[in-house]
């Protein structure tokens, strides 16, 4: 299983961005996808979960301004980001698991690399 992260860069305060991901491989093992991120010197932290029965959960800090989705094949899976934040600023990372609980101890099967969002003015 291959994931593909890209749509990350520079954004001012209050803007938008999208983040996708798209996974390739032996899908048919993957029940859960979602997107962390990590700032430099802190631990990396889990941002949007989906499921593939479309169930989503989110973070305390990205509630009402995150959405996370997928296509109905879970191919692909976006992040939509608005009203965002300098403390949004981080790498973001996709990542896929069979297990939720693997994705909500931040040990998900397979990562994808990581795409830099920085917000700034």
């Known amino acids: 299983v291959q994931l593909q992260a890209s749509g990350g860069g520079l954004v001012q305060p209050g803007g938008s961005l999208r983040l996708s991901c798209i996974i390739s491989?032996?899908?048919?093992?993957?029940?859960?996808m979602g997107w962390y991120r990590q700032v430099p010197g802190k631990q990396r932290e889990l941002v949007a979960l989906?499921?593939?029965?479309?169930?989503?959960n989110y973070a305390d800090g990205v509630k009402g301004r995150f959405t996370i989705s997928s296509d109905n094949a879970m191919n692909t899976v976006y992040l939509q980001m608005n009203s965002l934040k300098p403390d949004d600023t981080a790498v973001y990372y996709c990542a896929a698991s069979r297990l939720i609980e693997a994705m909500v101890n931040l040990m998900p099967d397979y990562w994808g690399q990581g795409t830099l969002v920085t917000v700034s003015s």
């Open positions: 989906i499921s593939d029965s479309g169930v989503t």
């Open positions: 491989g032996n899908i048919f093992s993957i029940n859960h």
